[in-house]
Each structure stands twice: as C-alpha cells, then as structure tokens.
C-alpha cells in the first residue's frame, strides 16, 4: 500500500499519466474534468490555451477546435470532447462491470467519509460490499483544504488526502466502489 500511495503522488506531482487535458483557466468545463481527475486521483498533464504553446499543437495533432475544449486525451488515442465524468470514468476504467445477478452483502449509496467508512468496516469484515458515488470519492470532505478535527491527525491533514487514503483502504479491502455512477431510487418492495 504505501508502495501504491507513494508512487501515485509522485505521477501525480509530476503529471505523468495516461491522460492529457487540453482546456483554458477561464472555462468551467475545464475545472470540472480536472477536479475530477485530481478527485480520483488520477495523474494527467495539463495544457492551457491561454498559456501553453503546445496546447494549439495538440489540438492541431488530434483534429479538435478551440470550441471543444475541454479535450480529454486518454492513452494517446481516445479524444474526448468536453466529456462527462461518466465518460471519463468509462474511457479510464475507473469501473468494473456489475454483475446485476450478484446479490451483495452490503450497498452504500455516497463515497463520502460515512461511505468510504462503511465500506472500509464492511469490507475489512468479509462482507462483499458495493458502493455508488454519484461524482467523485470524498464528498465534502474532499474539497476541504485542511481537516483538524479528525482522529489520529493531530497536525491535520488535506480532505484530498484523507478520503483518497479512505479511498484505497476500502479497495485494498476488497470493496467495489463504482465513480460517477449515483444511485437513482431505492427500491423497498421486497
Ligand atoms: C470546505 C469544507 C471543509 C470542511 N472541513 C471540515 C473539518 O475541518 N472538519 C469536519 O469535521 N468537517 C468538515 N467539513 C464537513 C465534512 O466534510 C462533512 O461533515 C462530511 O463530508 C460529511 O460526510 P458524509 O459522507 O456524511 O457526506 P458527504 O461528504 O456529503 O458525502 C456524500 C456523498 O454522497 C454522494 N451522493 C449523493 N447522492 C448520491 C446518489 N444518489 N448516488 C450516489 N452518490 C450520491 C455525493 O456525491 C457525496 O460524495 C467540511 C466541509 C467542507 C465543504
């Protein structure tokens, strides 16, 4: 595990990834996806077309506008226009395909800090749980800049920080955790 976090950090520092993310600092399209991916913790590079010389090559290189921005280029192939988050977790694979026959122990619906504690107590119990997040692990907590009041962080910690470890306990315990997938009803009739 601290093999895993360790290197995460350091592709995401240095914004070595899969992904290239071509936008402008004036586009709320553009804040979104990158929120998004920093929120999953997924590493990318950025290019600002307002800053970056290379962001008109890459444009040029893969036939999109200005217009489309914000341009998501996953693996060096797949070119996403202003993309939604969904289709930016399926184009990353950030889910595993639910097998709707499975009957789970344990559903949580928000992968917030009280659904990624769920998930981590459940799942370090054996229990085969799935959890559903509408937007991105962390809930409110994720945006916080500086958490004081938590257990155990006596110096505080960043919600980033916190709920992205919160994030890959409940994985490392064996929890499905399907990103950018809300849950749309609760169905109580049997
Ligand atoms: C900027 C900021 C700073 C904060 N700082 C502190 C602090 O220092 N100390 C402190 O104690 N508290 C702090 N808080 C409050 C703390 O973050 C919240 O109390 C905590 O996040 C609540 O956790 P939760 O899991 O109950 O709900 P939330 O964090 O709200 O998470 C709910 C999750 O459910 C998801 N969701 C909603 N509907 C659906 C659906 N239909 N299907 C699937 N998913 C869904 C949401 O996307 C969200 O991720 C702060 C909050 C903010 C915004």
């Given at each position: 595990m601290r093999a895993f976090i360790l290197r995460r950090s350091e592709l995401i520092a240095r914004g070595l990834g899969d992904v290239v993310v071509i936008g402008s600092v004036h586009c709320a399209g553009t804040l979104r996806v990158k929120e998004f991916l920093t929120r999953n913790g997924h590493p990318y590079a950025y290019f600002d077309l307002?800053?970056?010389?290379e962001a008109q090559e890459l444009l040029d290189r893969f036939h999109v506008t200005a217009g489309d921005v914000p341009v998501l280029i996953c693996r060096g192939d797949a070119v996403l226009r202003n993309p939604t988050n969904q289709r930016i977790a399926e184009c990353l694979g950030l889910n595993q395909a639910i097998d709707p026959a499975q009957l789970h122990d344990v559903v949580i619906v928000g992968a917030g800090p009280a659904g990624l504690s769920a998930a981590v107590y459940g799942a370090s119990e054996g229990l085969d749980v799935l959890v559903f997040e509408s937007n991105v692990p962390g809930g409110q907590a994720g945006s916080s800049s500086r958490i004081e009041n938590y257990l155990g962080f006596p110096t505080g910690i960043s919600g980033l920080d916190l709920t992205a470890r919160a994030y890959a306990q409940a994985q490392k315990f064996g929890a499905q955790i399907m990103i950018a997938k809300g849950a749309a009803r609760l169905t109580c009739s049997r």
């Open positions: 307002d800053r970056d010389a």
